[in-house]
């Protein structure tokens, strides 16, 4: 079973860092992504920023391009979500998701099927 686990969030000010961490288990894909994904009270679900084991490439959303870097220790698959110039907007609960993935990532992030509990990252003065 394939149980990612985050850790990392907290309360930021604005313009501020944080680096959020997904530790994967149980992944039996020869290739696989990993994913960030956000939802922030009363909007969707969206996808952040996702990776391909497969080749590295990576998909953003625009509103964090530039901010925001996902990175992977292939090792003992974990990705990381480093998160800078953090802005009152990115408030919200972050989710990694993990699942088999053969090729690049698209132009957006793919809803994998297993999911982590979340972690809460908010940005405030």
């Known amino acids: 079973q394939i149980q990612p686990v985050e850790s990392g969030g907290g309360l930021v000010q604005p313009g501020g860092s944080l680096r959020l961490s997904c530790e994967v288990s149980g992944l039996t894909y020869d290739s696989y992504g990993i994913g960030w994904f956000r939802q922030a009270p009363g909007k969707e679900r969206e996808g952040v920023a996702c990776?391909?084991?497969?080749?590295?490439?990576?998909y953003y959303k625009d509103s964090v391009k530039g901010r925001f870097t996902i990175s992977r220790d292939k090792s003992k698959i974990t990705v990381y979500l480093q998160m800078i110039n953090l802005k009152p907007e990115d408030t919200a609960v972050y989710y990694c998701?993990?699942?088999?993935?053969?090729?690049?990532?698209?132009?957006?992030?793919?809803?994998?099927?297993?999911w982590g509990q979340g972690t809460q990252v908010t940005v405030s003065s």
């Open positions: 998701a993990a699942g088999g993935w053969y090729g690049s990532m698209p132009n957006y992030c793919p809803v994998f099927g297993a």
């Open positions: 990776i391909s084991s497969n080749d590295g490439s990576t």
